[in-house]
């Protein structure tokens, strides 16, 4: 991630500052999206395959968080299983990030943008990507 500020969400600064780092979104996103049913697996880099493979839960794996003039867009990689109907499942990925990031951090996400990157066919056991 590049270097990016944090993001402040306190309106009253007579206690002290709250400031939420852009990683905490990207934690909070990736555990929100895996609590939709439909999904697979997200996808990730590199980096994070090595963590996993070290046994570090990446729980923000497949999970971009950008912090612009006009907001925060969050970017999600998914890989969905096969049957399910993709508009839907995406929708409700969607819906449920926005509604745990407003019910934690109180937030408003610009948006959410969901890219399907494979479907998991029943029976296999390896992350083979169908695309």
């Given at each position: ?56 839960k ?7 968080v ?38 934690m ?27």
């Open positions: 991630m590049s270097e990016q500020t944090l993001l402040s969400v306190s309106d009253n600064d007579a206690l002290g500052k709250v400031e939420i780092a852009p990683e905490v979104i990207e934690v909070i996103a990736g555990i929100a999206a895996a609590e939709v049913k439909g999904l697979y697996a997200m996808r990730g880099n590199f980096a994070s395959g090595v963590a996993e493979r070290l046994g570090k990446p729980h923000s794996k497949g999970v971009k950008e912090l612009t003039e006009s907001g925060v867009t969050i970017d999600l990689c998914v890989i969905l299983h096969f049957g399910v109907s993709i508009p839907l499942v995406a929708q409700e990925i969607q819906t449920n990030i926005r509604q745990t990031l407003i019910n951090t109180a937030i408003e996400i610009e948006e959410i943008n969901i890219h399907v990157v494979g479907i998991q066919m029943e029976g296999k056991d390896s992350t083979d990507v169908e695309e």
